[in-house]
């Protein structure tokens, strides 16, 4: 019996240390607006693609308290072979606490 108990209590902790995740993200400060930005694109591609947040470039970050807020920029065609920012849309935000960089929320306007 000692010898199941014994089995059963390492193929726990094995299971438990094997569960953790290396690749988790580091908390820590975010000093300034390149940083908050970098964040919010680490966070933002696994759910929305890669693809779709670069279309989403430039982001912008402002600061206001201890909170980071990140957006991107629409871009929509201009009816003539361009481009404008002026459409209807929506993008990327993400609201990110500056003291450890912890996502307070991130979602995507439609």
């Not at 108990?5 to 400060?29: E, F, G, I, N, Y």
């Not at 991107?72 to 201009?78: E, I, N, Q, V, Y």
Request: charged share 20%; aromatic share 4%.
């Amino acid at each position: 019996m000692r010898i199941h108990s014994l089995l059963s209590s390492v193929l726990l902790l094995t299971t438990v240390a094997l569960c953790q995740s290396t690749t988790r993200p580091k908390h820590a400060p975010v000093f300034d607006s390149e940083a908050a930005i970098a964040r919010a694109e680490a966070v933002l591609i696994p759910v929305y693609g890669k693809k779709h947040i670069e279309s989403e470039r430039p982001f912008t970050a402002t600061l206001k308290g201890d909170v980071w807020t990140v957006w991107g920029t629409l871009h929509c065609p201009d009816g003539k072979g361009g481009v404008t920012t002026v459409c209807v849309g929506g993008v990327a935000i993400v609201k990110i606490d500056k003291r450890n960089g912890r996502i307070l929320h991130m979602g995507h306007g439609m």
